[in-house]
């Protein structure tokens, strides 16, 4: 399976195991539709093995842990079960450590399916597959999503409790930094307390360091660098707008880029591109500003407005792209950027300058990308492409996706 493709499941129990070349601790929650946990009970790990439907059992250190679902024992109203993993060693990453998520029929074993998540580096917990219900039938699907703050950032998302010590309220987003000792008492059925989290310094992170969010105001990405478009736990806004520009390197004449934003699917499937020759896309969920022609003049050179609730479901992810199509490369460029605005205020989100270049004639700068809990999240991307136009971006994206 690849990021975002899923199956029908032929059997009503499975189990869904994940093996490392380290010892990992893999645990299942039991979602409803809003996302969230009904209850601290619907978190099956190590400490609390049985609940509705779904049970955990311990590899003992010389197989993986494993996660069970019986769909048929599943209660009404839980629509989803997630499936996460993290390395049992305290602080540890997948960094050169290659899980993967193996489902198989639980009645006679047989595999019906396996999924190893692709370019994993500082993340310290991942939700690696779900099995959710769509129209009646179930099904299961690869996900992949990394996290940095540790298996208790993984629980504080879907609404599980983590136990603290006494601090200061925090916002409702998950931590920064939490990582779940590797054993709790028996008796505890929420996740057992964790040190604070070191204070996180604007701006965001070095790079590679797991996703980030809106709490403390503007965000200025680098490179591989991921922001949660969330603020205080909610959805900060429901319409963006991706204001991309570029000068002409000093001395150099008038450089013609054309910004673009490439639309896929679950499955890396191109949907559609917006871009000067196509204003408008998604039955208008998507919109071009239009073409500049020279890169001169104050603000962004160009503009595309993407209204993220009107969106169908079926696009899952966005990237944006700038172009060079009189073949003039990006080393003749200078200060080439992105940021996102809130489409509502006009308010600058989030930042990110291209502070290299490379002889080629276009750039991946960012994508967008739908989670699986509705939330959208925001990459800085900087990848060189040779190519002039838009057409050709569409299979780079879509790998890069």
């Known amino acids: 399976m690849t990021p975002g493709s899923n199956i029908p499941l032929s059997a009503a129990r499975v189990t869904v195991d994940v093996a490392a070349p380290v010892r990992l601790d893999v645990s299942g929650l039991l979602l409803t539709a809003d996302g969230k946990v009904r209850s601290d009970d619907d978190f099956i790990f190590y400490n609390q093995p049985t609940g509705p439907g779904v049970t955990y059992r311990s590899g003992g250190g010389t197989a993986p842990d494993a996660i069970t679902v019986d769909t048929s024992a599943v209660p009404p109203g839980i629509e989803k079960i997630v499936v996460t993993a993290s390395p049992d060693a305290a602080g540890q990453t997948f960094q050169g450590i290659e899980p993967t998520a193996t489902i198989r029929n639980a009645d006679d074993n047989s595999v019906l399916a396996t999924f190893t998540p692709p370019q994993l580096g500082a993340e310290t917990a991942l939700v690696i597959v779900e ?179 009107a969106l169908p479901p079926d696009v899952t992810g966005l990237v944006f792209t700038v172009n060079s199509f009189s073949g003039q490369k990006f080393t003749e460029v200078a200060k080439a950027y992105c940021r996102l605005l809130d489409g509502a205020t ?53 790998q890069a996706l």
């Open 131 to 309: 099995i959710y219900l769509r129209n009646g039938a179930w099904k299961a699907r690869a996900v992949g999503q990394g996290y940095a703050n540790g298996l208790a950032g993984i629980a504080t998302d879907f609404g599980v409790t983590v136990e603290e010590p006494a601090a200061p309220a925090q916002p409702a987003a998950p931590p920064q930094a939490v990582t779940p000792p590797p054993a709790p008492p028996a008796a505890a059925p929420t996740m057992p307390a964790a040190p604070p989290a070191p204070p996180a310094a604007p701006p965001a992170p070095a790079p590679g360091t797991g996703k980030i969010n809106l709490d403390k105001g503007r965000v200025s990405l680098q490179k591989n660098q991921t922001v949660s478009l969330v603020k205080g736990g909610r959805p900060v806004l429901s319409q963006v707008k991706m204001g991309l520009g570029w000068e002409p390197a000093y001395r150099g004449k008038d450089i013609d880029l054309d910004a673009s934003v490439i639309a896929y699917g679950p499955q890396r499937n191109h949907i559609d591109s917006c871009y000067f020759g196509k204003l408008q896309i998604v039955n208008g969920a998507i919109r071009h500003s239009g073409d500049n022609l020279t890169g001169e003049g104050g603000g962004d050179d160009e503009v595309i407005t993407v209204d993220l609730g």
């Open 346 to 398: 006009g308010e600058e989100l989030v930042r990110f300058d291209l502070t290299s270049a490379e002889p080629q004639t276009g750039v991946m700068m960012a994508k967008l990308i739908r989670q699986f809990s509705g939330e959208w999240e925001m990459t800085a991307m900087g990848d060189f492409v040779k190519s002039r136009t838009v057409r050709g971006m569409v299979k780079p994206a879509a």
